[in-house]
């Protein structure tokens, strides 16, 4: 069945629900600020309050199920991914996650509070003849300057620039120690699944899923990643310039990543326990760019403190709601199912708040639902 909730009148673009929390955050500041001339403490935001509020850290908007075991031109749509925004198409772009027997494919989504599809590309290989489920498993998605697509896979895994009709130009470099073993130290499904380009052009970041072997803590802790940071260097041209350390919530892997401001990124971070279902939680590094650089630094298990990027957090989904969703399999809270892909809204970010959206992976599972969430988040250090 598909579903369209959002808890308020519809507005075109934003949900005047949004619309009303940022209403409410900036009379809560200004609450918070004191008499004329008082300011809060710096660093200091009031928690998000209100029926809409997602524990202490951000609200959520809405959700549809609109696109939930659909079809368009011809084929199911599911196993989605990445979420980008794409300006030239006025459309969201998500990536097909691996289907099996089919190609690999973008879909472009029009307005998450009533998606809809209106379009597709299929990604080719220089030659010309498309990507399958033999050769790609495409998990990240970004729109660079130009307008060529950024693609990350997870099979060797590779970053790929792909034009407007689809057809491979271009790779970056991947370190050696990220390829799959036996050649790396990454683990199959579980390498760069996060990707995005900075607002300016300037900077990619390519996020590491699980955790790289020569990583793992002696007590047996997995939970520190690594983030390859590259800069622009000419057209097509993303030189890899660091990699920063980021710690994930214990049992927590990389979903998605979103970067926001000068030098902020978002984090989607998630995890599945049987019988419970899923967790998300969406985490800001404030300045991703300054952020030590880790390439040297053999064991993030044994790092001193302070080199890992410190995170704050900006969305506690788990907390939010359900809205009266309904989940297919158990969950704790039934708005959760497999998010991966997660993309900010494009338009201005006024006190330093967005829409975020998040896309679910159905996995083209009879249980899964392919599901928009729609969330505010306040961007830590936006700029």
Request: glycine residues 12%; aromatic residues 6%.
């Amino acid at each position: 069945m598909s579903t369209s909730v959002t808890p308020s009148v519809p507005a075109r673009r934003r949900s005047r629900a949004w619309l009303g929390v940022l209403a409410t955050a900036a009379g809560s500041l200004a609450l918070a600020a004191g008499p004329a001339h008082a300011a809060a403490p710096a660093g200091h935001h009031p928690a998000p309050q209100g029926p809409l509020a997602c524990g202490r850290a951000g609200w959520v908007d809405g959700y549809s199920d609109a696109l939930d075991k659909t079809s368009a031109y011809g084929l199911g749509v599911g196993d989605l991914s990445a979420l980008t925004w794409d300006a030239r198409r006025g459309a969201y772009a998500a990536i097909v996650d691996h289907a099996t027997g089919e190609q690999a494919r973008l879909w472009f989504i029009a307005d998450p509070a009533k998606p809809r599809i209106t379009g597709t590309l299929v990604l080719r290989k220089p030659d010309g003849t498309p990507y399958d489920d033999t050769d790609f498993d495409g998990e990240g998605l970004a729109v660079l300057p130009d307008g060529d697509y950024l693609v990350s896979s997870e099979v060797e895994p590779s970053v790929r620039v792909f034009d407007r009709q689809g057809v491979q130009q271009a790779e970056l470099a991947v370190p050696a120690r990220f390829r799959v073993a036996p050649a790396g130290e990454a683990t199959a499904n579980a390498t760069l699944e996060g990707l995005s380009v900075s607002p300016d052009g300037r900077y990619v970041y390519a996020a590491m899923e699980g955790v790289l072997s020569g990583d793992v803590a002696p007590g047996g802790s997995a939970d520190d990643r690594r983030i390859l940071v590259y800069r622009a260097s000419g057209r097509h041209g993303y030189t890899l310039v660091k990699e920063i350390g980021y710690q994930v919530d214990p049992g927590n892997r990389i979903s998605e990543v979103a970067a926001y401001g000068r030098s902020g990124l978002l984090v989607l971070e998630a995890a599945f326990i049987p019988g419970t279902g899923n967790t998300i939680k969406v985490y800001g590094v404030p300045d991703a760019r300054g952020a030590a650089d880790v390439t040297a630094v053999p064991d993030l298990g044994t790092a001193p403190a302070g080199v890992l990027a410190r995170k704050v957090l900006t969305v506690d989904v788990d907390a939010c709601p359900s809205l009266g969703a309904v989940a297919k399999e158990p969950q704790a809270n039934p708005l959760m199912d497999n998010y991966e892909g997660m993309a900010i809204a494009p338009g201005p970010q006024p006190l330093g708040l967005a829409q975020v959206v998040l896309v679910s992976d159905d996995n083209s599972n009879a249980t899964q639902t392919t599901r928009l969430l729609r969330l505010t988040a306040r961007l830590p250090g936006a700029r």
